[in-house]
Antibody
Framework: EVQLVESGGGLVQPGGSLRLSCAAS????????MHWVRQAPGEGLLWVSR????????TYADSVKGRFTISRDNAKNTLYLQMDSLRAEDTAVYYC?????????????WGQGTLVTVSS | QTVVTQEPSFSVSPGGTVTLTCGLS?????????PSWYQQTPGQAPRMLIY???TRSSGVPDRFSGSILGNKAALSITGAQADDESDYYC??????????FGTGTKVTVL
């Protein structure tokens, strides 16, 4: 069974930075597009970013563009999200997710999430 | 900014049928938007139910089905069960590598 394990969440002050990691296992990580999705407390899902298999193509939601950077290390089977200039409204559980193979417009496997809290 | 709209809530009786919809603030949803549907219970990660409009994910019961109804994507639950009580989200591919989730629908089975 596919396994995705996020880490790196925690409490950070406004304006600070945090790097999230997502360790992937039990599938060929280097063959899949990967995404980050977040969910603020009591709110709905918000798509954040996605990256292609070799890391050369990335896109972002307008709300995080210019502040967040998605990347991956295929040798380490790990996806990252570098978050800079954090704001209170970035407080959320952050999920990494894998796309459906051959139909890369849907997310078939999700991690358990890591909580990021932006507060002074 | 594109908003993907869903009904805030629905109530369905056990064994009943409910159809949730996913629409665009401007324009119509079509198969080219690759609608997908996710189920989420409190404290859990989302679970994919449907992708590419109407393809069920592995292990998803056939009481869940996806379609296009008029100008919206739709998720139908036929023969609702107690454990179908969850939040449901659609996601659309907007092109140029951008995705948008719907506002979510809370389904109560009672």
């Amino acid at each position: 069974e596919v396994q995705l394990v996020e880490s790196g969440g925690g409490l950070v002050q406004p304006g600070g930075s945090l790097r999230l990691s997502c360790a992937a296992s039990r599938f060929t990580f280097s063959e899949y597009w990967m995404h980050w999705v977040r969910q603020a407390p009591g709110e709905g899902l918000l798509w954040v970013s996605r990256i292609n298999p070799d890391g050369s193509d990335t896109t972002y939601a307008d709300s995080v563009k210019g502040r967040f950077t998605i990347s991956r290390d295929n040798a380490k089977n790990t996806l990252y999200l570098q978050m800079d200039s954090l704001r209170a409204e970035d407080t959320a559980v952050y999920y990494c997710a894998r796309v459906v193979q051959l139909e890369p417009w849907a997310l078939d496997s999700w991690g358990q999430g890591t909580l990021v809290t932006v507060s002074s | 900014q594109t908003v993907v709209t869903q009904e805030p809530s629905f109530s369905v009786s056990p064994g009943g049928t409910v159809t949730l919809t996913c629409g665009l603030s401007s324009g119509s949803v079509s198969t080219s938007d690759s609608p997908s549907w996710y189920q989420q219970t409190p404290g859990q990660a989302p679970r994919m139910l449907i992708y590419s409009t109407n393809t069920r994910s592995s292990g998803v019961p056939d009481r869940f089905s996806g379609s296009i109804l008029g100008n919206k994507a739709a998720l139908s639950i036929t023969g609702a069960q107690a454990d179908d009580e969850s939040d449901y989200y659609c996601m659309l591919y907007m092109g140029s590598g951008i995705y948008v989730f719907g506002t979510g629908t809370k389904v109560t089975v009672l």
